[in-house]
């Protein structure tokens, strides 16, 4: 008999699945991506940090 999975467990699940759909997808739009997984003890980036990588990305889109 299967054992059922909790709400967190499916909600992992479908997270994990969307994420590898979307990465798929993109890669067959030629866009790559690296994967990574946010999880509740990862530091949050300061507001400096972010705005780099923004002006970085931007850079990049923009030539």
Same mark, same amino acid.
């Given at each position: 008999?299967?054992?059922?999975?909790?709400? *967190? #467990?499916?909600? @992992? $699940? %479908? *997270?994990?699945?969307?994420? =590898?759909? $979307? #990465? !798929?997808? !993109?890669?067959?739009?030629?866009?790559?991506?690296?994967? $990574?997984? =946010?999880?509740?003890? @990862?530091? =949050?980036?300061?507001?400096?940090?972010? =705005?780099?990588?923004?002006?970085?990305?931007?850079?990049? %889109?923009? #030539?």
């Amino acid at each position: 008999m299967a054992t059922k999975l909790t709400d *967190r #467990q499916k909600e @992992q $699940f %479908y *997270r994990k699945s969307r994420n =590898l759909n $979307f #990465q !798929s997808s !993109s890669a067959l739009d030629g866009v790559t991506i690296e994967p $990574f997984d =946010l999880k509740e003890d @990862q530091p =949050l980036l300061s507001a400096d940090q972010i =705005l780099a990588r923004i002006e970085e990305v931007r850079g990049r %889109y923009e #030539q």
